[in-house]
């Protein structure tokens, strides 16, 4: 079995899903307990310039072998770099530079054996009449922006055994990211949904967060869950905002699969948060 397909397994099988966590990799200790029920973890270290342009090398090694002395074995991932960058870009130096960015939190994830990294979508207000995001309105010189952007980056991605799961941003509308994740034609890009930014959405027009999720379908590998009051995006513990967290997992539970679920939360939050979905039946 190939690293990518062994990436897209869970250690095992569970009565409900279980929930994982976003932290850095200085954070692992105080939480080893909860995760070492076989949490998937997603290491935030990769988002800072700090980490990319200094030893990362050596970062990468104390990680990978505290994460080891601890015993963790949950499915590990990384949160790529997206501040100030794009992926949809027509100016060949920033496009190199978004490339370059990637290309070393790739690396990065290599050197402590993450299995997925998240990058942003590229697409904003689907439907605003300024950006449609449409065939008619530009919707393939688009596509082949964030190919010529990061073409090489999803080669890279494949030959390490890594997915590139697009993570939903200000998008309004599924169409343009599902478009892009499968204009690759590789087992290597796939779909993240983030529930409290589809809940914002949601609230200038775009689907549900349940509903992303069963949009998505198979392309389906990542879900961010937080919640939020629909007005700023405040990565509040699950059942504090107006997210119809019943309907999340009944989507999650009808597309099936064993996508990874990644709270991203503050560190002293995740294991409350993750209380409050067990006390409902939702998940562990």
């Given at each position: ?11 095992g099988?569970?009565?409900l ?8 990799g200085?954070?692992l ?7 070492m ?16 342009d200094g030893?990362w090398q ?19 991932g990384?949160?790529g ?20 960015r ?12 993450a299995?997925?990294m998240?990058?942003?979508s ?5 439907g ?9 309105t ?5 596509l ?11 080669k890279?991605a ?9 993570e ?9 990211l599902?478009a892009l994740?499968?204009?690759f ?7 993240s949904?983030?529930?409290?930014h589809?809940h914002?959405?949601?609230?200038k027009?775009?689907?549900s967060p349940?509903?992303w999720i069963l ?9 961010h ?6 007005q ?17 997992f009944?989507?999650?539970r009808?597309?099936g699969g ?14 409350g ?6 006390e409902?039946?939702l998940?562990?």
């Amino acid at each position: 079995m190939t690293r990518l397909a062994k990436s897209l397994q869970h250690p095992g099988p569970q009565a409900l899903p279980l929930v994982g966590a976003a932290m850095t990799g200085a954070q692992l200790a105080p939480h080893r307990d909860w995760l070492m029920a076989g949490r998937d973890l997603e290491l935030k270290d990769a988002v800072s310039h700090l980490l990319l342009d200094g030893d990362w090398q050596a970062q990468a090694a104390a990680i990978k072998a505290r994460r080891s002395d601890l015993g963790l074995t949950g499915r590990l991932g990384i949160h790529g770099p997206f501040w100030g960058l794009t992926i949809m870009v027509s100016d060949p130096a920033v496009r190199a530079l978004s490339a370059a960015r990637l290309t070393r939190a790739l690396e990065f994830a290599s050197a402590v054996e993450a299995t997925h990294m998240v990058i942003h979508s590229p697409f904003d207000f689907f439907g605003h009449p300024l950006v449609a995001h449409t065939r008619a309105t530009g919707l393939d010189e688009q596509l082949s922006q964030v190919h010529d952007t990061i073409g090489e980056v999803v080669k890279l991605a494949d030959d390490l055994g890594c997915l590139l799961v697009v993570e939903n941003i200000r998008d309004l509308n599924p169409a343009p990211l599902l478009a892009l994740v499968r204009s690759f034609g590789s087992a290597s890009v796939r779909v993240s949904v983030d529930v409290g930014h589809a809940h914002l959405m949601q609230r200038k027009g775009g689907p549900s967060p349940d509903q992303w999720i069963l949009e998505a379908g198979d392309l389906l590998a990542h879900v961010h869950l937080h919640d939020n009051d629909g007005q700023l995006d405040r990565h509040w513990v699950p059942g504090e905002g107006s997210v119809n967290w019943g309907a999340v997992f009944r989507a999650l539970r009808q597309v099936g699969g064993v996508p990874r679920l990644i709270m991203e939360l503050q560190p002293e939050a995740l294991e409350g948060g993750a209380r409050w979905l067990a006390e409902r039946g939702l998940a562990q």
